[in-house]
Structures are given as structure tokens and as C-alpha cells.
């Protein structure tokens, strides 16, 4: 199984702030790479897929990078509605698996 | 627009069964891949189980192989996940899917609660 390892398990940031997650698959997933975003008590919604394709309807605050085993979840300035739990997910090659989670919370 | 709802979660006892619904609306269920996904209490994201776009093709995680099935009814427009010999990890959240390869839409989640 392809492993996916999240950075940081958590984060304290201010509103405004520029944040970056990364995400490191123990082998190459050619961009087959997703983020999500969970809410406490809600479903996880999806971000962006292909690595860095924003889902429609994101605000473009949201930016997706990477390629090979190395992929960066970007928030170019942090709005209060952003403090959440987020999720990569690797979906190249069964069993699809997902990152541990980046709690992101306020400073 | 899209929706899934989940429902049939509860509490069982250890070895006993449940089965898990999805409706699905906004969209025909049989031109399109589902997933179930579950999260433990506290815990990440677990990918469970998929069927393919025609149902003909099912997937399932090792950890509950032999023991889920999941299947669908086209004539309802819903998913299911049978969960049978239910174990004490098997409580989770189990949220239905769109698609099989990154998931687009999610339903609310449905807990199933594994206790004596």
C-alpha cells in the first residue's frame, strides 16, 4: 500500500496568514493527488484533485503543487472559515489511501 | 444538485450485522462509481469499499474483505454496505461517495457504534 505522510500533524496560524501543507507519498502517484477539507462534525469536501485542479465553486486562495511523490497544499491568506482538519489523498493506485490529517488551527 | 444521504448506522454487538443505505439524488447512481468511506472516532480518513460504474466490479479493503459487501439498487437510486461479524474497530462514521478515484461529493455520515 502506498503510504501518505502529512506535514504537520498541526498548525496555529493568524487570519491572513499564508499556509502551506505538504504531502509525501512513499512512492510516485503521477499527480493522482487530492485535498480535502473537513469541518468538525461535517463530511470532508473536496478541494482540489490532479494535484493542483481546483474543484469548482473553491475560492482560488486554495492552490495545489507537486509531482512524484512530493505534493503542497497551499492557503495564500487564511479567512476564519479556513481553521478546519485537511486531507491528502492518493488515488493512482488501489488501495487509495489518505494523509493522517493537518489540524489547522487558530493562533 | 447532487446529494447522498446515509442512513442504518447504530449500535450492534460484537459478530452481529448491519446494513448501511445511501440515497443518492441529483444524479443516476448507475453512471458512476460510489465508494464507502469510514473515520474512526478521532481518527483520519479510511477508504472501505467501491463498486464500478456498472456494478460489475467490486473493491474492498483488507480489513473488512469477507465480511462487507456492497452493492447497489438501480431501480432506487441507492448504495448499500452490509457489514456483517462486526468488530469493535469497525466503529467509525461511514460516509457514501461519488466517483472511486477522488470524491466529489459526500454524504452527511451515518455512525455504526461496535459494543457490548
Known amino acids: 500500500d502506498i503510504q501518505m505522510i502529512q506535514s504537520p500533524a498541526s498548525l496555529s496560524a493568524s487570519v491572513g496568514d499564508r499556509v502551506t501543507i505538504t504531502c509525501r507519498a512513499s512512492q510516485g502517484i503521477r499527480n493522482s493527488l487530492a485535498w480535502y477539507q473537513q469541518q468538525t462534525g461535517k463530511a470532508p469536501k473536496l478541494l482540489l484533485y490532479e494535484a493542483s485542479r481546483l474543484e469548482s465553486g473553491v475560492p482560488s486562495r486554495f492552490s495545489g503543487s507537486g509531482s512524484g511523490t512530493d505534493y503542497i497544499l497551499t492557503i495564500s491568506s487564511l479567512q476564519p472559515e479556513d481553521f478546519a482538519t485537511y486531507y491528502c489523498h492518493q488515488y493512482s493506485r488501489t488501495p487509495y489511501t489518505f494523509g493522517q490529517g493537518t489540524r489547522l488551527e487558530i493562533k | 444538485e447532487v446529494q447522498l444521504l446515509e442512513s442504518g448506522g447504530g449500535l450492534v454487538q460484537p459478530g452481529g450485522s448491519l446494513r448501511l443505505s445511501c440515497a443518492a439524488s441529483?444524479?443516476?447512481?448507475?453512471?458512476?462509481?460510489m465508494t464507502w468511506v469510514r473515520q474512526a472516532p478521532g481518527r483520519g480518513l479510511e477508504w472501505v469499499s467501491s463498486i464500478s460504474g456498472r456494478g460489475r466490479t467490486t473493491f474492498y479493503a483488507d480489513s473488512v474483505k469477507g465480511r462487507f459487501t456492497i452493492s447497489r439498487d438501480t431501480s432506487k437510486n441507492t448504495l448499500s454496505l452490509q457489514m456483517n461479524s462486526l468488530r469493535a474497530e469497525d466503529t467509525a462514521v461511514y460516509y457514501c461517495?461519488?466517483?472511486?478515484?477522488?470524491?466529489?461529493?459526500w454524504g452527511q455520515g451515518a455512525l455504526v457504534t461496535v459494543s457490548s
Open positions: 461517495a461519488k466517483s472511486d478515484s477522488f470524491y466529489d461529493h
Open positions: 441529483g444524479f443516476t447512481l448507475s453512471n458512476f462509481p
